[in-house]
């Protein structure tokens, strides 16, 4: 598998923002969807956001939906969340995700890959 690599994250204060990225390589990036996932201590796993295959639709989870944006860059294997307004509820650990399928409608079992995590931890 094709390790995907996350950056990004670090320590803010509520109300500020952070860019992750995920890098990977590799020829098929283009042809799948990729996703964020989250785990805060004690809690399970949870989806964040998603973008198909092209970056032409985007899903996102209620909690963050109208802070944080998804986006792809096919061309350098990247995908990208830019996280506003932040808050200290969105403290976790951060994992970017390669769907098996092209398309942004994701859950767990649809991953092929997943990446190591980047923290990131919000402040009040």
């Known amino acids: 598998q094709v390790p995907l690599v996350e950056s990004g994250g670090g320590l803010v204060q509520a109300g500020g923002s952070l860019k992750l990225s995920c890098a990977t390589s590799?020829?098929?990036?283009?042809?799948?969807?990729m996703g964020w996932f989250r785990q805060a201590p004690g809690k399970e796993r949870e989806f964040v956001s998603a973008i198909d295959w092209s970056g032409g639709f985007a899903v996102y989870a209620d909690s963050v939906k109208g802070r944080f944006a998804i986006s792809r860059d096919n061309a350098k294997n990247t995908v990208y969340l830019q996280m506003n307004t932040l808050k200290p509820e969105d403290t976790a650990v951060y994992y970017c995700?390669?769907?098996?399928?092209?398309?942004?409608?994701?859950?767990?079992?649809?991953?092929?890959?997943w990446g190591q995590g980047t923290q990131v931890t919000v402040s009040s």
């Open positions: 590799g020829r098929t990036f283009s042809s799948y969807a």
């Open positions: 995700a390669r769907s098996n399928l092209p398309g942004a409608t994701m859950t767990s079992s649809d991953i092929g890959s």
